[in-house]
C-alpha cells in the first residue's frame, strides 16, 4: 500500500496567514493526488485535484501543487471559514490512501 | 442539486450484518463510479470500496474484502453496501461518494461530492 503522510499535524493561524500544509507519498504517484477539507460533524469537501487542479466552487486562496512524492496545499489568506481539517489522498493505486490529517486552528 | 443520502446505520452486535443504503439526485448516476468511505470516531478517512458504472466490476480494502459487498441498482439510483460479519473496529461514520467525472472508463477515484454519512457502531 502507498503510505501518505503529511505536516504538520497540526497549525495554529490567525486571519490572513498564509498557511502551507505538506504530503508525502511513500512512492511515486506522479500527479494522482487529491486535498480535501472537513468540518467538525461534516462530510469531506474536495478542493484540489491531480494536485494542482481546483475544484470548481472552490476559492482561488486555495491551490495545489506538486508531482512525485511530495506536493502542497497553499491557503494564501486565512478566512474564518477555512479553520477545519485538510486530508491528501492518493488516487494512483489499490488501495486508495487519505493522509492523517492537518487541523488548521485558530491562533 | 446533486445529492446523496446515506441510511440503514445503527447499533449491531459483533458478528452480525447490516446493509448500508446512499441514495442519489440531481445527476446521471448510472454514469459514474462510486465509493464508500469510512471514518472511525475522531480519525480519518478510509477508502472502503468501489463499484463501476454498471455493477460488475468491484474493489474492496483488505480489512473489509470477504465481508463487505458493495452493489448498486441504477434503475433505482442506489447504491448499498452489505456489512456482514461486523467488528468492532468496523465502527466508523460511513459516506457514500460519487467519483468526479463520468463516463470515465476507469474512474478518477477522486470523491466528489460525499454523503452526509451514517454511523454503524459495533458493540455488544
Known amino acids: 500500500d502507498i503510505q501518505m503522510t503529511q505536516s504538520p499535524s497540526s497549525v495554529s493561524a490567525s486571519v490572513g496567514d498564509r498557511v502551507t500544509i505538506t504530503c508525502r507519498a511513500s512512492?511515486?504517484?506522479?500527479?494522482?493526488l487529491a486535498w480535501y477539507q472537513q468540518k467538525p460533524g461534516k462530510a469531506p469537501k474536495l478542493l484540489i485535484y491531480a494536485a494542482s487542479s481546483l475544484q470548481s466552487g472552490v476559492p482561488s486562496r486555495f491551490s495545489g501543487s506538486g508531482s512525485g512524492t511530495d506536493f502542497t496545499l497553499t491557503i494564501s489568506s486565512l478566512q474564518p471559514e477555512d479553520f477545519a481539517s485538510y486530508y491528501c489522498?492518493?488516487?494512483?493505486?489499490?488501495?486508495?490512501?487519505f493522509g492523517p490529517g492537518t487541523k488548521v486552528d485558530i491562533k | 442539486e446533486v445529492q446523496l443520502v446515506e441510511s440503514g446505520g445503527g447499533l449491531v452486535q459483533p458478528g452480525g450484518s447490516l446493509r448500508l443504503s446512499c441514495a442519489a439526485s440531481g445527476f446521471t448516476f448510472s454514469s459514474y463510479w462510486m465509493h464508500w468511505v469510512r471514518q472511525a470516531p475522531g480519525k480519518g478517512l478510509v477508502w472502503v470500496s468501489r463499484?463501476?458504472?454498471?455493477?460488475?466490476?468491484?474493489s474492496y480494502a483488505d480489512s473489509v474484502k470477504g465481508r463487505f459487498t458493495i452493489s448498486r441498482d441504477n434503475a433505482k439510483n442506489t447504491l448499498y453496501l452489505q456489512m456482514n460479519s461486523l467488528r468492532a473496529e468496523d465502527t466508523a461514520v460511513y459516506y457514500c461518494?460519487?467519483?468526479?467525472?463520468?463516463?470515465?472508463?476507469?474512474?478518477?477515484?477522486?470523491?466528489?461530492?460525499w454523503g452526509q454519512g451514517t454511523l454503524v457502531t459495533v458493540s455488544s
Open positions: 461518494a460519487r467519483d468526479l467525472f463520468a463516463d470515465d472508463s476507469s474512474g478518477t477515484n477522486w470523491f466528489d461530492p
Open positions: 512512492q511515486d504517484i506522479s500527479t494522482w
Open positions: 463499484i463501476n458504472r454498471d455493477g460488475r466490476s468491484t
Open positions: 489522498q492518493q488516487a494512483n493505486s489499490f488501495p486508495f490512501t
